[in-house]
Nanobody
Framework: QVQLLESGGGSVQAGGSLRLSCAAS????????IAWFRQGPGAEREIVAA????????YYADSVRGRFTISRDNVLNTAALQMNSLKPEDTDVYYC?????????????????WGQGTQVTVSS
């Protein structure tokens, strides 16, 4: 059974940093695009960042580019999202997702596996 397990969420003041981690039981892990999405109450789930199977290609939403960094470790089957210079508008539930493809998709419907989500709260 495929599992994605997020950790690292929490509360931080504006300007602070958090690091989210995603542990995946996907095989082979390197054949999957990994993405982070976020969703607020009553809002659509939106992509934050994505990384290709070999880590060579990354994608960032305009709202986080330059502040967030996505990475992965294909030996440990983990991915991470380093979030710096956090803003109150970054407050959301963050989800790790996997897409069984070598092509990027920013659409949540095209991702095959999801974690349970982790809350990130940024106070002003």
């Amino acid at each position: 059974q495929v599992q994605l397990l997020e950790s690292g969420g929490g509360s931080v003041q504006a300007g602070g940093s958090l690091r989210l981690s995603c542990a995946a039981s996907l095989h082979p892990f390197s054949s999957h695009y990994i993405a982070w999405f976020r969703q607020g109450p009553g809002a659509e789930r939106e992509i934050v960042a994505a990384i290709s199977g070999n880590g060579d290609t990354t994608y960032y939403a305009d709202s986080v580019r330059g502040r967030f960094t996505i990475s992965r470790d294909n030996v440990l089957n983990t991915a991470a999202l380093q979030m710096n210079s956090l803003k109150p508008e970054d407050t959301d539930v963050y989800y790790c997702a996997a897409r069984r493809s070598s092509r990027l998709s920013i659409t949540q419907q095209l991702h095959d596996y999801w974690g349970q989500g982790t809350q990130v709260t940024v106070s002003s």
